[in-house]
């Protein structure tokens, strides 16, 4: 099922909040945060970058190269929204290149197969 804007934000607002217990929490010193969470079922990837933006991947648990997509979803987000002029920090991303490469990077992910290439 399609989630709607006010669930994405929902969800966006739980993971951050346990994102900063989890980086509070750690026994790692200096640790950023929640990486992967993995159950039986999927694994959710974070990735963040040094301005504090967070990109999240649902994944099959089986899935490889997942930490490459985070990197190329931040490419395309760095290329597509932060150089677009009408974009604006914390709002949702309205361009339609970026959809397109985005849409893009998914389809060569999943073409790849959850035992694809890693990383």
Known sequence: PRL????KLMLASMFHSLF???????????????????TDTFKLHCFQTLTGI????????RQAG???????IYEIYSDFALK????SLEMPIRCELFDQNLKLALEVAE???PFGPGP
């Open 84 to 87: 677009n002029p009408f974009y």
């Open 111 to 113: 073409k790849a197969g």
């Open 54 to 61: 967070k990109f999240v991947v649902l994944a099959d648990p």
């Open 66 to 72: 997942i930490d490459s997509l985070l990197r190329k």
């Open 20 to 38: 900063a217990i989890g980086s509070q929490l750690s026994p790692e010193p200096g640790s950023s945060g929640i990486e992967m969470l993995e």
């Open 4 to 7: 709607s804007s006010n669930e």
